[in-house]
């Protein structure tokens, strides 16, 4: 199923748009200018702490806590482990053993996708005609039909359920306790 739309520019409409363009062009380089500077100045900042901590790093062993080592910069490895059952609150028959639990949700809904092809007119206008197509997919997203160009009979109904995550909270690292954060 589909749907056409058909529009038309004058040539001095066309002309007023390429000086906008031209005018919004000298902003954003002036302004990626900008960017460029403060990005290269937090990389440089970056690069040293990361060279800093790489050389105070102090490696250990998960299995075994020694007091030594307050305040330093450490790592370990190791398996995370927790006793937490997570349950899904909207299903409570999923429930599981485990550090994260992840709940994705699709629907089947209708979806708009446009083409658009534009023709030169004689004196220098333009003449655009859009397609619309109507077809369904199954997506993670709502998927707002009120904005279809083409809306009668392509309605979505709003999601029942929502994707979600469950993250333990009592998790351990060997002889180590995790913060909730830094296991996710």
């Known amino acids: 199923m589909s749907y056409t739309e058909t529009t038309t520019?004058?040539?001095?409409?066309?002309?007023?748009d390429s000086l906008k363009g031209i005018l919004v062009g000298f902003v954003l380089v002036g302004v990626a200018i900008a960017l460029l500077f403060w990005n290269e100045g937090r990389t440089v900042k970056r690069y040293r702490a990361l060279k800093q901590g790489a050389s105070e790093c102090v490696e250990i062993k998960s299995d075994a806590v020694d007091a030594a080592n307050d305040g330093k910069l450490v790592y370990?490895?190791?398996?995370?482990?927790t006793d937490d059952v997570l349950t899904d609150t909207d299903f409570p028959s999923v429930s599981v053993n485990a550090l994260k639990l992840k709940r994705n949700v699709e629907m089947f809904q209708w979806?708009?996708?446009?083409?658009?092809?534009?023709?030169?007119?004689?004196g220098g206008g333009t003449e655009t005609k859009t397609t619309y197509t109507y077809s369904t997919d199954w997506s993670s997203t709502p998927i707002d039909s009120s904005s279809f160009k083409e809306s009668a009979g392509h309605t979505n109904p709003p999601m029942p359920y929502e994707g979600t995550e469950y993250y333990a909270e009592n998790v351990t690292l060997g002889d180590f306790q995790v913060e909730p954060e830094v296991a996710r």
């Not at 092809?117 to 004689?122: A, D, G, N, Q, R």
């Open 9 to 16: 520019q004058s040539w001095f409409s066309r002309i007023g």
């Open 76 to 81: 370990t490895t190791g398996t995370m482990k």
């Open 111 to 122: 979806k708009e996708e446009s083409r658009s092809e534009t023709v030169k007119k004689l």
